[in-house]
């Protein structure tokens, strides 16, 4: 059996596909591909089957990190099926659990930061708007938080009953 972690943001094409593509180079570092998938989603449908954005790409590839994928849209279904979900920011959290009427999964959803270390920040911040610095922050944040985020999963009570 696998764990599964969906990476959350609006665009799903700056910070959840980075979440996803970094968390991915640290699962296969530690042998653990078999155990562990991830897969990313935005609230909006804004760039539903777009790659990711050039700028965050850049950033990614300075720290060795080729991003992949395409954007598709978060769907209640996906509150079921998925272990753990991350929200990059606020917003991202409150779109989540606006699917979840009934509360049922609320326990599964997180705020990414959460499992960070190192940087103090809340939240993931939007990159979008903003210059390439901007870019280079998120990834930063990113592997602090997927390096977290990690620890956390495979001391975690579910993680060790599925596999
Ligand atoms: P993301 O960034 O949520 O990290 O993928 C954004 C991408 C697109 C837009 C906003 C944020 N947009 O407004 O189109």
New binding site residues.
Partial sequence: MTYKLLFV??????????AENIMNHLIQEAGLTDTIICDSA?T?G??IGAAP?RR?NAAAGKRGIELQGE?RKLKPVDLQQFDLILA?DRE?YQDILYLDREGKYEAKVRLMCDFATQKTDKE?P????GGQDGFNH?IDLLFDACNGLLDYVVNSEEYQAKT
């Fill in positions: 943001c609006l665009g799903n094409i700056c910070r959840s596909p980075s935005g909006s804004y760039h954005d965050m954007s990059m991202n993931v939007d990159p979008y708007y998120v």
